[in-house]
């Protein structure tokens, strides 16, 4: 029987990360411009990818159109404090800021305004060139293709706070062992030859990884639970997001 | 940051959803099924070296709560011990504080897949016999099952029947059984109407809709007993004799008598559907169905056909000697 060393989670000895329990959403409601500006760097770090693939295919941009109009449509969101006005019993908040998204586009499409970039937005390093380089056609309607490429950010996202956490903790072995065996590409990984690449027994590649995804799956939540606004919502997108039925 | 293809994004979807079992003593091999509230998973349980099949709520932020009412109905379901009820064998919470429990792995084949290769009458209406003193046990104990329909029910390898699916069972009352009087249990609390599935509001809609009596349709949750089962038993009656070219009128009036709308016409309890699905086999007239003289004689006849056929042959014979004998 393989036995939890208790020293194995890079979570600590009570196998938690710290609870990430709040929401950007309810922070974009906030009186505090603090708290607000926190919230909207959430959501403009969640959703920033996908809302430029999004213009891009569904609005035809070009790629400089498409990078002015990602950056001013969240300028001009926190500016005006557009996701204040977000109603969780309407829609999630994907939807209502996709549905934004189509509004600002149409609406800068139509008064033919040629955005500037920079100004609030030039802290900001959005890799457009790294997004533009993923850019791939695609059969699905430009809705469930903004949630496709939204998924993907959020694992991808995840991926990097995971690897942030394991550094921060000193156990980069956790996830080089995550890496090496659940990203990997080659299909000739096995926990046997991870056992021989990182000299540590067999069992001990088992609970390391165990305790690595465990905390992968905690924080894929932890996002999750920072983008929407009720707990509903939260079990909705949970659903959406990992194909679990929720109460 | 790394790009994620759409096969490495999937593959990283499961491994957020496939159950942890890293802290038990069990291994994960693969999803069995997936309902609503809860997914099957077949995994190895390593210190008994055997098969089994462990179910997982569906929620990634379980409270204390439904946590606790998760544990209860494992234990509840584990202290019905019948043969036609799979057994729960361990009860447990997953590192990220999911609760699961165990069950006995059943190899065959659902109901409606054994009915799809098994057109015998004789022989459906056995298990379905057999489903009956299932439900009819568990009523005894004061459980009603809620979600009883073909895929809910095995027949084993060996042609056992059990009833699987336990997840939105209701706790009626204290049975007459062993409950509650164990030490080592934690007394069921002696609500009458104590619910330990998850979603048990009343208007809240459990079950399947082919399946469900009028009144769990209607989300009558305080008014479901017994019969509310019967009507699902009498439901899958009618699927087991649907194709049947002549499934024969007595049976057809147990399966109405079963599904009647109003529970008050029902049978009152899933035994007395057994003994009249008994009695149907047993060519013995049933309570469901009052024969005209003529299917009387019909039904002894057929109970009667090596007695018939020794009569008529001694008849044709003495016949053929009166005739052979004259002169």
Redesign the interface.
């Known amino acids: 029987?393989?036995v939890?060393d208790p020293d194995t989670d890079i979570g600590g000895p009570l196998?938690k990360f710290p609870a990430t329990n709040h929401s950007a959403i309810a922070g974009a409601r906030s009186d505090d411009q603090l708290t607000r500006r926190r919230a909207f760097d959430t959501i403009l770090t969640s959703y920033w990818k996908p809302a430029y693939k999004y213009i891009r295919l569904k609005w035809h941009a070009d790629n400089e159109d498409a990078k002015d109009l990602t950056q001013g449509f969240f300028v001009n969101a926190f500016e005006k404090n557009h996701f204040a006005a977000y109603d969780a019993s309407k829609a999630s908040f994907q939807t209502f800021l996709r549905t934004c998204l189509d509004g600002f586009v149409a609406n800068e499409r139509k008064a033919g305004r040629r955005l500037k970039r920079g100004g609030d937005m030039d802290h900001y390093q959005l890799d457009f060139a790294?997004a533009e380089n993923?850019l791939v056609a695609s059969d699905l309607s430009p809705e469930d293709y903004f949630h496709r490429e939204w998924?993907?950010w959020m694992?991808?996202?995840a991926?990097?706070t995971l690897r942030q956490r394991c550094e921060e903790s000193g156990r980069t072995i956790h996830f080089q062992l995550f890496e090496r065996y659940?990203?990997r590409d080659e299909t000739d990984v096995s926990y046997a030859s991870l056992s021989n690449e990182f000299g540590l027994e067999p069992a001990t590649v088992?609970?390391y990884l165990?305790?690595v995804?465990?905390d992968?799956?905690?924080v894929?939540?932890e996002k999750l639970r920072e983008i929407t606004a009720t707990?509903e919502e939260?079990?909705t997108e949970?659903r959406s997001?990992?194909?679990?039925?929720?109460? | 940051m790394k790009w994620l293809s759409d096969d490495k994004l999937n593959y990283l979807r499961t491994v957020v959803t496939n159950p942890d079992f890293g802290s038990t003593k069990y291994t994960f091999i693969k999803e069995l099924g997936r309902g609503g509230m809860g997914t099957v998973y077949l995994a190895e349980d390593r210190e008994l070296n055997r098969l089994v099949a462990i179910k997982v709520l569906n929620t990634p932020d379980i409270t204390e709560d439904l946590r606790n009412r998760m544990v209860r109905e494992a234990q509840i379901i584990a202290r019905l011990e019948h043969p036609g009820i799979v057994p729960v064998h361990d009860v447990g919470t997953l590192p990220d504080g999911r609760v699961f429990y165990a069950m006995k792995f059943v190899r065959g084949s659902r109901l409606d897949e054994y009915a799809a290769v098994n057109d015998s009458i004789r022989d459906r209406l056995r298990k379905f016999q057999a489903v009956c003193d299932a439900v009819a046990f568990a009523h005894s104990h004061g459980v009603i099952h809620r979600d009883l329909k073909p895929q809910n029910i095995m027949i084993g390898s060996f042609g056992e029947v059990l009833v699987l699916d336990w997840g939105v069972a209701k706790i009626l009352r204290h049975g007459d059984g062993e409950m509650g009087r164990h030490g080592d249990y934690p007394p069921v609390p002696a609500s009458p109407h104590l619910r330990v599935s998850f979603d048990t509001n009343a208007g809240t809609i459990i079950g399947t809709r082919d399946y469900m009596s009028p009144e769990q349709a209607r989300g009558e949750i305080d008014q479901l007993d017994e019969r509310a089962d019967v009507y699902s038993l009498g439901a899958v009656l009618h699927f087991l004799l649907k194709d049947q070219p002549k499934p024969g009128r007595a049976a057809e009036a147990i399966c109405l008598k079963a599904k009647a709308d109003a529970k008050e016409n029902r049978y009152s309890s899933a035994s007395e559907l057994s003994a009249d699905i008994g009695r149907l086999l047993d060519a013995e007239p049933v309570s469901a169905y009052r024969e005209n003289a003529i299917e009387k004689a019909s039904r002894w006849v057929s109970k009667n056909r090596f007695l018939v056929l020794l009569v008529l042959a001694y008849l044709l014979m003495r016949i053929f000697f009166v005739f052979t004998s004259r002169p």
Do not use: C, I, P, S
């Open positions: 029987m393989l939890m196998h790294t993923e998924v993907r694992f991808t996202l991926v990097d659940d990203l088992n609970n165990a305790a995804r465990r992968f799956r905690r894929v939540l707990d939260f079990r949970a997001l990992l194909g679990v039925e929720v109460k």
